[in-house]
């Protein structure tokens, strides 16, 4: 569940109380200055459970966006700007979604061990070897058979038993060498720790079954979305800049137009694919495409100016506030008095 802040000066957030999240675990993952144009530096403070007061963001005016990795379980924490108000977003993950995630975790790692754990595989698979293997080697077809049309010591006592070719019988050590080649490798699972000691590739620091530690990440990430720890350092050094626009509109490119297409600007006629979401709580309130005149007053404000400039095959998120969206009367029954909306815009065509 996504979730968006605004902080002014001064103020304190009890997270888990606002977010809504209960007893699961909140992620934030950035913050920004909310007006770029202020000359004023800001810092983002956390308060723990514990009583202790830690800066975890430093913002100034040439360096107004910032990337968090931070994950807080427990209740307790809370979150305050000092020098200028500040935006900050994230999400939460209940504790079903995390569960729900072990137990699938658990499913596939069943569904993927080898055959040396299950003998009733290996007595379907041995026939299969010794049908194709004589087509190869004649040569092995030449030993297996008796010689003078002789049969062996044990057909001729009535045992019954076949004779197989020596060369489809595998030896001891050279079953025990390919079972030892299929057997996939073993993944560290959980790391203890008791205090969180930075970001590991593919892991998340929590409370768990095993205690406090590091444990598999099993999260899914929405479409278009990653985890910091998910980012190699080639990814993270094009990350993608956030830009503010006037009224304190901030968008972000998340796809880029195709070369040489037409630039949208006012006064043109456009057609746009979206999915606008509330930032508090990452609800939909609606979805689908749309044709208006740009800068002619027929959507919100934020739309005007967070379309304008877009290539034909661009797409945008826009995070539009209240006095640019629907102020504070809203759109009910789905959009509240003083909403920060979340939109997902693409540039369809320009008429």
Wanted: net charge positive.
């Amino acid at each position: 569940m996504f979730f968006g802040h605004h902080l002014k000066s001064g103020s304190r957030l009890d997270l888990h109380g606002e977010s809504k999240c209960g007893s699961g675990v909140l992620c934030l993952t950035s913050a920004c200055l909310s007006d770029a144009s202020t000359s004023r530096s800001a810092t983002l403070f956390l308060h723990t459970p514990e009583g202790q007061k830690l800066a975890v963001a430093r913002l100034i005016p040439s360096a107004s966006f910032a990337r968090l990795d931070l994950q807080l379980e427990k209740k307790g924490y809370a979150l305050e700007a000092d020098g200028a108000e500040l935006d900050v977003l994230g999400f939460a993950e209940s504790p079903a979604e995390e569960e729900k995630s072990e137990v699938e975790e658990k499913a596939k790692a069943s569904i993927t061990e080898t055959p040396r754990k299950s003998p009733q595989m290996k007595a379907v698979e041995t026939p299969a070897v010794a049908a194709e293997t004589p087509k190869k080697s004649p040569q092995m077809k030449a030993k297996a058979q008796p010689k003078n049309g002789a049969t062996s010591d044990k057909d001729q006592k009535g045992e019954g038993k076949k004779v197989s070719s020596p060369a489809l019988v595998k030896k001891p050590e050279e079953a025990t060498k390919s079972e030892e080649k299929t057997e996939p490798p073993k993944i560290e699972d959980f790391i203890a720790a008791k205090k969180f000691a930075g970001a590991k590739p593919g892991m998340v620091f929590k409370k768990g079954k095993q205690g406090v530690g590091y444990y598999k990440d099993t999260y899914v990430a929405p479409a278009g979305t990653k985890r910091k720890a998910e980012t190699s350092p080639a990814q993270a050094s094009t990350a993608k800049k956030i830009m503010t626009l006037q009224g304190g509109l901030k968008y972000e490119v998340t796809k880029s137009g195709r070369g040489g297409a037409p630039t949208a600007s006012r006064g043109q006629k456009v057609q746009v694919r979206y999915e606008g979401r509330l930032a508090a709580n990452g609800k939909r309130f609606d979805k689908g495409t749309i044709r208006f005149k740009l800068g002619a007053g027929e959507v919100i404000r934020g739309w005007d100016l967070g379309v304008s400039g877009m290539v034909v095959g661009e797409s945008r998120k826009l995070l539009i506030p209240p006095k640019l969206g629907y102020g504070g009367s809203g759109a009910p029954p789905d959009i509240p008095p003083n909403a920060t909306l979340a939109f997902d815009v693409e540039l369809l065509r320009i008429n």
